[in-house]
Every structure is written in C-alpha cells, then in structure tokens.
C-alpha cells in the first residue's frame, strides 16, 4: 500500500518524534512511506472556531492531495477526525 502519512503541526512542534515512529511501523509493515508536498493543515482549527468558509479550501486542498494514496495514518486522534 501507498501510505499518506500526515503529521500535525501538534505532533510536528511537541512531539517529532513521534512522527518518525509512525514512519519506521508503516515501513516495517511493507507499506510505501508518501509525504505530499502540497499537504497542509486540513482545517479543523478553523472549522472549531467558527471560521466555516475559511476551513473549505484547506479541506479540499487536504482531499486532493491524499486521493492517489491508498490511506492515510496520521498519530493526532484530534486531526483523524
């Protein structure tokens, strides 16, 4: 499988090294490590605080970067949502 890993910026600042222990199981499972360039925040933030419209694009934006992968793993339960 083709595996989008998505690290938050959460996970990104607080606890990098999170983000590498999720890459080093997907690998040790036989899955295929992609991390998107164009990835970004998916807009949660935005949409919980009541900036609706402003979270759209980012939520497209994260669905279009992500359709040609065939899942996406990401070690933040609040951006899995």
Not at 7 to 23: E, L, Y
Not at 50 to 58: C, H, I, K
Not at 66 to 74: G, K, M, Q, R, Y
Request: hydrophobic share 40%; charged share 20%; aromatic share 8%.
């Amino acid at each position: 499988m083709r595996i989008d890993v998505f690290i938050t910026c959460f996970d990104d600042t607080v606890f990098p090294s999170t983000g590498r222990a999720v890459v080093t199981v997907v690998e040790r499972l036989g899955h295929t490590v992609a991390f998107p360039t164009e990835q970004a925040c998916r807009g949660q933030t935005h949409f919980n605080t009541g900036y609706r419209p402003e979270a759209v694009p980012l939520v497209e934006r994260f669905s279009r970067t992500s359709a040609h992968h065939d899942a996406v793993v990401t070690p933040s339960a609040s951006c899995a949502v």
